[in-house]
């Protein structure tokens, strides 16, 4: 087992940051790099800084220009990223027994997102490199081919739980990278997550991402519950179409007024710390109940919203009893029982949270302008 020292610099070229990995000796490589990805022999890693704005066809060619001025080998492993390196760049160590483990990240989450869905904004790449994770994990004991794929794995869960400790809900970004990095020679098989060398590579991703992201202070922003609703298809248009089907006339009552009414309301909803918490909660436990993460109530079960779970109706009459009162829990129970709209497309929490909601805000506006007409 050998011992393990990388050396990190920064050095500038063009008015661009440069961040130079020098490891001990010639390692075997697997990387997703732009430049000299895939399986191959360097002691050398670049990782340059860009603007977030850059794009390029060639963005080899803008690394190998960056080697030359710098002199550089050209057989350096080259990253690329928009983050500032001199501020993210984190070096994290960890040992397991013989195994030793140096990670190297850089992180931005501007563009995180979940492996298998549509990102939010179109991206490629080679564009929208702000949000990307660089992950560099050397080891001071050889892998085979398949224990450097193994590597790669590993990296990868240890980078996504180091984004749920900051409560950043995504598996990655959409543009990260990474390299798995050790001495040359026939070595270990495996590098999973029960291995010590799965283990000592974990420890010190999970670590440096996570120190990284806290760094560049990407914090979660915490959701509104409109934007909440929304995520979950419930729009405030069809809210108000829910709320109109109950809706019985009034001579005196313009529709168009109400439905004014009952906007600004849910709007001055949006920012009372009670009527969000109590909605999240909901959505939360719908996901749960989906997931089969309820105990003693199977996902299947939890479908046919049965008699027996009654901690959905407590929600929602918490809910309306804040928002309207005694007459508020009236309203709740008519839209509950008679699910008009988007409410009968809901789940068990969901239609209760969503009828209360709207119950609770008709039956305040009915409130006002009885009021004003008496």
Known sequence: MEELSV???????????????????KFQFLSSAVVNGGFTVSDTV???QVHKNYSSEKPEEDLFEVYRKLKLKNNAIGF???????KVLTVSTKKVNNVKAISIATAGTSNAAFAGENPNTQTNDLNNKIGTINI?????VPLQKTGLTNAVMTITEAKTAALWDHGIEATGTTSDAVA???PIGDGYKYAG???????????????????????????PCPKDFLTVLGEKGISIKDMWEAAKELYVPHPRWDLKVLKKMFIRSLRTLQKDINVNAMILAAALLEEAGVKNKLYGL???????????????????????????????LFEYVRYDTNKPGIIRELGPFLDDIVASLIGSIMSK??????????
Do not use: C, Q
Not at 136 to 140: M, V, Y
């Open 7 to 25: 050396k990190v610099s920064f050095s500038e070229t063009d008015g661009k940051n440069v961040a130079i990995i020098n490891l001990p000796d």
């Open 46 to 48: 670049v990782i340059l």
């Open 80 to 86: 690329m990223t928009a983050s500032n390196i001199k």
């Open 136 to 140: 560099i994990s050397i080891l001071n």
């Open 180 to 182: 798995i990095a050790t």
């Open 193 to 219: 997550t029960a291995t010590d060398v799965g283990i000592a590579i974990a420890k010190s991703v999970r670590e440096a991402v996570f120190n990284s992201i806290r760094k560049a202070g990407d914090k």
């Open 298 to 328: 199977s996902a299947e079960e939890f479908m046919k919203d049965p008699v027996h779970l009654l901690t959905d109706e407590i929600l929602g009459m918490a809910l309306a009893e804040y928002i309207a009162g005694t007459k508020g």
């Open 365 to 374: 506006i009915y409130s006002k302008l009885l009021e004003e007409n008496i």
